[in-house]
């Protein structure tokens, strides 16, 4: 019997926004409601966002991998975007720690990857919903986000909702 992943007539799932790209997104959001070039150590990030240390750690590296952050040494050390807030966007924070956004994996691999993929009769709806997914990330940036006082504290400072 053949292993599932190198069956050619295998199918994949759509895509999955996991833990990497919300976290990635908290810190960015909190870096980017902060002042202009001010500093954030990696402790106030993890702190406010409420983001496990061993993420945060690979996270931040990708993201100054991607150019997406400053990584800052020393003992007032920490991150500060690389960019204008208004210049990331959430399609650029998933590719920068996932990978390209592909919502099915025969339409980046096509035939070699699926052998229907020649009369597939759903192709082209799933290329036309991961364009428009696409572009509508592209369209939202961390700026528009922005996060000065970090998800714990809205928590802590939030309303009480009724009970059920």
């Known amino acids: 019997m053949a292993k599932k ?3 050619r007539t295998e199918r ?4 999955n926004v996991g833990r990497r790209v919300d976290y990635a ?3 960015l959001s909190y870096l980017a409601g902060q002042p202009e070039g001010k500093v954030i150590s990696r402790a106030d990030i993890e702190r406010s966002q409420d983001i496990p240390s061993f993420y945060l750690s690979k996270i931040m590296k990708d993201l100054v991998s991607g150019g ?4 800052h040494i020393g003992s007032k050390g920490g ?4 960019k204008q807030a208004t210049a990331i966007s959430i399609k650029d924070v998933y590719e920068t720690v996932e990978r390209p956004l ?3 994996d025969c339409l980046e691999k096509g035939a070699s990857y699926c052998s229907f993929c020649a009369v597939c009769l759903q ?3 799933w290329e036309k919903a991961q364009q428009v997914l696409a572009q509508f990330l592209a369209g939202v940036t961390i700026a528009q986000i922005a996060d000065g006082r970090g998800l714990k504290d809205r928590l802590i400072k939030a309303p009480l909702s009724n009970a059920v």
């Open 5 to 7: 992943n190198e069956s």
């Open 12 to 15: 994949s799932s759509l895509m």
């Open 25 to 27: 997104v908290r810190a």
């Open 68 to 71: 997406l952050v400053q990584s």
């Open 79 to 82: 991150f500060a975007l690389a």
């Open 102 to 104: 592909v919502l099915m």
């Open 123 to 125: 192709k082209s709806v």
